[in-house]
């Protein structure tokens, strides 16, 4: 499978982590791409290196990874910018408000954004990852117009049910909804009535 991961601003790197290491798992081609807050985020959250660079964070966060392919946030030439190139999926984790409200307008100021647009015009599985809280009318508005345009919201808002020991537990239950999502086989948490 050919997967998008854009990242964003929001809180949230370690399920963008953990993301990435399910589809590198699954045997995925992965296209990532991070806006310059989400190189932040990833930055502060994952190295405690708020300032770290881009190339410095994308590296770290990819590894060795096969099939991985880091694009900047302005290259519209990769495939996942067109919609004649073949992709099976594009998951924005985390999703900032600012990413959501600018997809929601029809708006591309990045390859975050065109990818999302991509997916939408092209009827693909978009999953977007929000977490922010408390959220406003806008946001609430600007969240079910992307549904309604085909989207789906998956909130990283980890369940107990499963009982979770561990903050990796927690993680784990948000990223095995987001490879659910993109039917991708995962592990990482038990099913219900499992």
């Given amino acids: 499978m050919r997967i998008f991961l854009g990242i964003t601003g929001a809180s949230g790197a370690p399920y963008a982590a953990r993301l990435l290491e399910g589809l590198v798992a699954a045997g995925c081609e992965v296209g990532v791409t991070a806006s310059s807050s989400g190189v932040q985020v990833l930055g502060t959250e994952l190295w405690a290196e708020p300032g770290i660079g881009r190339k410095e964070a994308l590296a770290r966060l990819v590894g060795d990874a ?22 099976d999926g594009y998951v924005i984790c985390p999703c900032s408000m600012a990413t959501v409200g600018t997809i929601a307008a ?77 039917s991708i086989e995962q592990d990482l948490v038990t099913r219900w009535g499992e």
């Fill in 66 to 87: 096969p099939g991985v392919t880091v694009y900047e946030p302005d290259d519209y030439g990769s495939p996942y910018a067109s919609g004649s190139a073949r992709v």
């Fill in 106 to 182: 029809g708006a591309m100021a990045n390859l975050v954004h065109r990818a999302a647009s991509v997916a939408l015009k092209e009827g693909r599985r978009l999953v977007l990852v929000p977490r922010e809280t408390p959220l406003s009318t806008i946001h609430l508005e600007n969240l079910l117009r992307l549904r309604q345009a085909g989207a789906v919201i998956l909130f990283a808002a980890p369940g107990f049910y499963h009982a979770p020991e561990t903050v990796d537990d927690l993680i784990n239950f948000v990223v095995g909804r987001c490879l659910d999502q993109l």
